[in-house]
């Protein structure tokens, strides 16, 4: 059976329909010419390896049972200045179907136009309806859209009082649009969305897909979780996993239903994703292990030679002879640089010739780097840093170094090695 609503607001609904194809019971409500209902996208935790969520989703068909897209349904809506009507009958099917669902603690993602959170009409029908259904603000996710410029303080400080009365914000589509880190500040999201364009250039782009985790890295700064979607790849489920995103949603893992996520399915592709991105970790390990050794060698030997009196431009010619070799400098017990950099290969002179302003680097003071405090902490051993961009010439390097003792006092040995990521991220 279809529910009719009134044109003074939304009916409750007091009847359900079954759904033909899946069998399940869901309520439907009739809008003009449209039937309108619900269908559930869930959104996992890769840590969890379980749904923790589901976004609502309004579905419509005309008369003629051919389905309408949601956007030609709120468009035609905002023609008809019926927006904030329509959102409230999306709303009240989207919690009708998902009691439904019998989900004892997963949040609902309801995507909610800006202007309504400023509707007291709106708010109240929420609230009476969440009471209702005995659910609770803490299990319902806002899900709010960048909006002009000129309209976010205000769109902010709505934000900041449904999020007192006990619900979720989150902030939808990030990276596209008019995005940007500014409304991270403004909105204060428990949750940040991070649109599918920026996985899919990830996906297809070595220098996206490089910049992801670090993007990730810093919304979990900001105090922000981070759920990426349109996860449709196992390619692009790959990289949602290993950029440490918290939640994932999208068709590779569960599609748009009437129904709860199959479990099951889900849990066993995280688990393959784990597996796999363990067993690469592990072979990028190696590799990477692989081709620093011949560095390291020539490394621990210019350390040792200068350990026992030998100048700097002396010790490093078997180092900087490797084809990757770049420069290596010393460092005294504070960090500052003793001496210029030493160069081997005259292409190297003038190619950091682009970069004269920062090629005299004698008397720098590096005591930031990673490469000094890892020597300095464990001086018994060579360390090597991840790859990161040198300042000499703007590329990625690795750091070689290793805390020498040079008479009474503690010098730390650098050199850097130019790191080329290969086709296969090695």
């Known amino acids: 059976m279809v529910i009719s609503v009134r044109e003074s607001g939304v009916a409750a609904p007091r009847s359900l329909e079954p759904d033909l194809i899946s069998g399940l019971q869901r309520y439907a409500l009739r809008h003009r010419d449209l039937t309108l209902t619900s269908v559930f996208q869930p959104i996992f935790s890769l840590s969890h390896l379980r749904a923790v969520g589901y976004e609502a989703l309004l579905r419509a068909h005309d008369i003629f049972d051919r389905p309408v897209p949601p956007l030609d349904v709120f468009g035609d809506a905002a023609r008809q200045s019926e927006l904030h009507y329509v959102d409230r009958l999306a709303q009240s099917l989207h919690l009708e179907n998902f009691k439904t669902l019998h989900a004892e603690r997963e949040w609902l993602f309801l995507n909610i136009h800006a202007g309504a959170l400023a ?4 708010e109240a029908a929420l609230r009476a309806h ?18 002009r410029a000129e309209d976010f303080d205000k769109l902010a400080d709505e934000a900041r009082r449904f999020r007192e009365q006990g619900f979720l914000i989150a902030l939808d589509d990030f990276g596209a649009g008019d995005s940007n880190l500014e409304r991270i500040w403004q909105l204060d999201p428990d949750i940040v969305k991070v649109d599918r364009m920026m996985l899919s250039q990830a996906a297809h782009r070595t220098q996206a897909a490089a910049i992801l985790p670090g993007f990730v890295a810093m919304l979990h700064e900001a105090g922000k979780l981070v759920l990426i979607e349109g996860v449709e790849t196992e390619h692009e489920a790959q990289l949602a996993f290993s950029c440490d995103a918290d939640f994932v949603q999208g068709f590779h893992f569960g599609r748009p239903g009437p129904g709860a996520a199959d479990s099951a399915y889900a849990a066993e592709r995280i688990a393959a994703l784990a597996e796999c991105h ?28 200068l350990a026992q009196g030998e100048p700097l431009d002396e010790v490093c010619w078997n180092f900087l002879a490797l084809d990757h070799a770049a420069r290596c400098f010393l460092l005294d017990e504070e960090g500052r640089q003793k001496g210029r950099n030493v160069v081997l290969r005259a292409d190297r002179a003038g190619h950091e010739a682009r970069f004269l302003p920062v090629a005299d680097a004698q008397g720098a003071n590096w005591m930031r780097r990673p490469y000094f405090h890892a020597a300095i902490e464990a001086p018994d051993r060579v360390h090597a840093t991840r790859p990161y961009l040198s300042i000499n010439e703007a590329l990625p390097c690795v750091t070689l170094s290793v805390a020498v003792r040079i008479g009474a006092g503690l010098c730390v040995l ?6 080329q990521e290969d086709a296969t991220g090695l």
């Open 278 to 305: 363990r067993a690469q970790t592990q072979a990028r390990e190696r590799a990477r292990a692989s081709r620093l050794a011949p560095y390291v060698r020539a490394f621990e030997r210019a350390a040792e030679r």
């Open 119 to 122: 509707d007291s009409y709106h």
């Open 130 to 147: 969440l009471e209702r259904l005995e659910l609770s603000p803490r299990r319902i996710v806002l899900e709010l859209q960048a909006v």
């Open 414 to 419: 650098c050199g850097d090695i130019d790191w």
